[in-house]
């Protein structure tokens, strides 16, 4: 599971950072024709991030690890 995970969020990350490149590239030309598409492009590379994100914070592990951080982190302030 936590291998899939990884793999989810690699394969997001990758994405997002393709998507952002080939942005800065368009962006540094001046193509004001391009704008919309750009944007577009970096929409659906957030939104497909979160997308993963989403699933990851859903999965029982997460989940778990998570709810043993908050009950660790409120144990030590009582």
Same mark, same amino acid.
């Given at each position: ?6 793999? /989810?969020? #690699?394969?997001?990350? %990758?994405?997002? &950072?393709? @998507? /952002? ?6 962006? &540094?030309? =001046? =193509?004001?024709?391009?704008?919309? @598409?750009?944007?577009? +492009?970096? #929409?659906?590379?957030?939104? &497909?991030? *979160?997308? +993963? $994100?989403? @699933?990851?914070?859903?999965?029982? *592990? +997460?989940?778990?690890? #998570? %709810?043993? #951080? +908050?009950? =660790? @982190? $409120? &144990?030590?302030?009582?």
């Amino acid at each position: 599971m936590k291998k899939r995970i990884n793999e /989810l969020v #690699l394969h997001a990350m %990758t994405r997002c &950072s393709t @998507a /952002l490149n080939k942005w800065k590239e368009k962006v &540094s030309t =001046d =193509d004001p024709g391009m704008a919309t @598409a750009e944007y577009a +492009v970096v #929409l659906v590379a957030a939104t &497909s991030f *979160a997308a +993963v $994100l989403v @699933a990851i914070l859903k999965s029982e *592990a +997460v989940r778990q690890i #998570l %709810t043993k #951080l +908050v009950t =660790d @982190a $409120l &144990s030590v302030v009582s």
